[in-house]
């Protein structure tokens, strides 16, 4: 992408200033997409009972499989659109805290993601994937942070063997995506305008797609309802 903008800047610039303008309007006349996922069934929290480093992890872990909020707004699922190229975002992190995997569902486009352990007590990233290799690695107290590369996408679940119970999951996607709130919402800025294919995947609940209609400079609401499984 980054490659066919230059090459497109550089075609604009040889050709004229006319051309250059219309190059840069078309990059910012995005939109912006308000995702709301609802799921009409119960919530499903698993409860554990934890006797391993305890002063760390707590005696009990919460397994939040689908956590429904308030207006039966799905919470952690990945909301994105795969056609649309936005601007290279932030690093993804995950962090390793109270023995849980800090977010549950975390997005990112291809590329390096930071794994976090903030614990002070050994933890070992698993990952589970078919595109991406698997990451079956150590991360002793004294090893705050990893980078590992995630360059295909996938949704790829993320477990620990020293505590059996926990579950992350990161999205890889290649275009924009969000991960919806307590309130099942989700919003994706700068979406180029046009047709585009909006994506909802959730751990539990699976996938559902829609196309929409995307105005430069507007806000377009899109709601999902997940069925149960
Ligand atoms: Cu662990």
Known sequence: MRRALTAGAAIALITGAAMWCVTVAGAQGGGTIEAEVKYNGAAQV??????????????????????VGGNKGLANAVVSAPGAKGATKAKAVIDQHGCKFVPHVVAMQPGEIEIKNSDDILHNIHTYSTANASINKAQPKFKKTMTEKLEKPEFVKVTCDVH????????????LAAVTDANGVAKLENVPAGKQKIEVWHETLGKQEREVEVKAGQVTKVSFEMKGK
Do not use: R, Y
């Open 46 to 67: 698993e409860k554990l009972k934890v006797n391993k480093d305890t002063e760390k992890c707590g005696s009990e872990a919460v397994i939040e499989k689908v956590v």
């Open 164 to 175: 059996s119970w926990m579950l992350g999951w990161v999205a890889v996607v290649p275009g």
